[in-house]
């Protein structure tokens, strides 16, 4: 495995341990968000866990493909705990800042593999990411 693989396996890690987050995360707004906006919310949330699940399984297996071991620890960042759902809101934003900032970073490093269908792969992931930064900048106006 070439030094540039194994960045690339590593950052690769990095954005699983963020999905792995994302999922523990939109699992429990989805649980604790109350009062009107529940119905709503509680599914938008439910929705973030689908898409997370499905994201953090790309992710992984572009790292097997690449010969690579996954993660199965998520990001270490705190997930705050609020049943206030405007603070919900934010650090969903947050969250979706730094996953699309994270997969902006790896898909140059892809691009260098020459490996289309993965760049193709990662590079949708990334507008799923840059959409949901815009939905929950949306929402918080």
């Known amino acids: 495995m070439t030094m540039n693989r194994s960045g690339i396996i590593d950052a690769l890690n990095g954005a699983l341990a963020w999905e792995l987050r994302a999922i523990a995360m939109y699992a429990h707004y989805s649980a604790y968000v109350s009062g009107i906006h529940r119905l709503q919310l509680s599914a938008h949330f439910s929705e973030e866990v689908t898409e997370s699940t499905t994201h953090a399984a790309a992710v992984r297996a572009a790292i097997v493909k690449l010969d690579g071991i996954a993660t199965t620890d998520r990001a270490d960042t705190e997930i705050i705990h609020t049943m206030d759902y405007t603070e919900m809101l934010k650090e ?47 929402m918080l106006k």
């Open 92 to 138: 969903a934003y947050k969250t979706e800042m730094k996953a699309s900032e994270t997969y902006g970073q790896i898909l140059p490093m892809i691009e260098t593999l020459g490996d289309k269908e993965l760049y193709d792969s990662l590079e949708t992931i990334y507008f799923d990411e840059m959409r949901s930064v815009e939905e929950l900048r949306m």
